[in-house]
């Protein structure tokens, strides 16, 4: 499919562009992303072959007509996003338009501006419970009124063959004329999934990588899924390892494969003691969810936090995809990000409706 017929995508609250990467994949042209997270930004536009990036706080209210114009006459297809959802303040009168939540509305008025043939909402799995249904319900009418056959389902990235355990409510609409829309069927199942040493052990994997932001690769890969992330680059960025304190490391090889701060001994990581506190991964099952710190997981292996590749990577970011700004910044951009692999089989499906 040409440039020219491949149709047109908007990725609201993109971030680095994790969702609109499976788009393309999956034959998109992806033309604009909109965030307000300046580095984040940087990286979008680095990796999506002359998308526009426009920096943009989405609660002001002249946003869709500054977004006409980063379009500059192209009319989007598709809308994509992940509106945050802490916001919300239903309790009581149930008062969907109050101003908090101002950005969920803006991706419901953005929709209704355009009128895309389709659109993609996706979010944390809590929003389908929250106030009992009432803002998943609430998003379902507005949306259907706007003419669109709605349909919300949970998925699992791990069983779109990402090497993570990343749960996520997604809302897709298409225009009624093009009928209802169905999810895309798994293409694993929990005995198949991709696991962490799938995923990363072909990676240079000495204790301390220190080196610059650019290496090489130093051995070949070993699975199907490495040699798809690689995708015939030469070189490899983002791969730096971060130099813990003698006593993280310590506490850190205290810590079997796959256990977490229940597993230390009396007395050790007492500073960390909540849920995914000092968790290593396990090198026979995929990652837990990958989140914007980075500081509480840690690799199968080696006592250390993961790369900002190595977590790329098992959120299905191939080799080709280049993080800028600080290591902090890399790894919110990374942890934000809706896994690519998952975004290309939804954007799959969604072509066979709209086309």
Not at 26 to 49: Q, R, S
Not at 152 to 159: E, F, W
Not at 240 to 268: C, D, F, R
Request: hydrophobic share 30%; with cysteine.
């Amino acid at each position: 499919m040409s440039k020219k017929t491949r149709p047109v995508v908007v990725d609201l609250f993109s971030g680095c562009g994790g969702l609109s990467r499976g788009f393309m994949d999956a034959g998109f042209d992806v033309v604009l992303g909109v965030d307000n997270d300046k580095p984040a930004l940087e990286t979008f536009k680095l990796n999506h072959n002359g998308s526009e990036a426009l920096e943009l706080d989405l609660f002001d209210k002249k946003s869709i007509s500054k977004i006409k114009e980063a379009l500059k006459g192209k009319k989007p297809d598709v809308i994509v996003g992940g509106p945050p959802c802490q916001g919300f303040s239903l309790t009581g009168t149930r008062n969907f338009d109050d101003k908090r939540n101002r950005l969920y509305l803006s991706m419901i008025d953005i929709v209704k501006e355009f009128k895309p043939k389709a659109f993609l909402i996706e979010n944390v799995p809590g929003l389908a419970r929250l106030y009992n249904g009432a803002v998943k319900d609430e998003i379902i009418r507005r949306l259907t009124d706007l003419g669109y056959n709605v349909e919300m389902q949970l998925l699992c990235a791990a069983d779109y063959g990402v090497p993570q355990i990343r749960k996520r409510i997604v809302f897709v609409g298409i225009q009624k004329k093009f009928g209802n829309f169905s999810f895309p069927k798994k293409i694993l199942t929990p005995e198949k999934y991709v696991t962490c040493e799938d995923a990363i052990s072909d990676l240079p994997s000495r204790e301390d990588i220190l080196g610059g932001e650019i290496d090489v690769y130093d051995s070949k890969p070993k699975t199907k899924y490495q040699k798809k992330m690689r995708c015939e680059q030469k070189k490899l960025y983002n791969h730096v390892a971060t130099k813990h304190t003698e006593l993280v490391t310590s506490v850190i090889s205290q810590v079997p494969e796959g256990g977490n701060h229940k597993n230390l001994p009396k007395g050790v990581g007492e500073s960390r003691k909540f849920n995914e506190a000092w968790t290593r991964y396990h090198s026979k099952k995929p990652s837990k969810t990958i989140d914007t710190g980075h500081r509480n997981h840690f690799h199968y292996k080696y006592n250390r936090i993961p790369t900002v590749r190595e977590n790329a990577r098992l959120q299905s970011f191939p080799d080709d995809f280049v993080f800028v700004g600080t290591r902090t910044s890399q790894n919110r951009q990374v942890g934000n990000a809706v896994p690519p692999l998952l975004g290309y089989y939804i954007g799959r499906e969604i072509l066979k409706y709209i086309s």
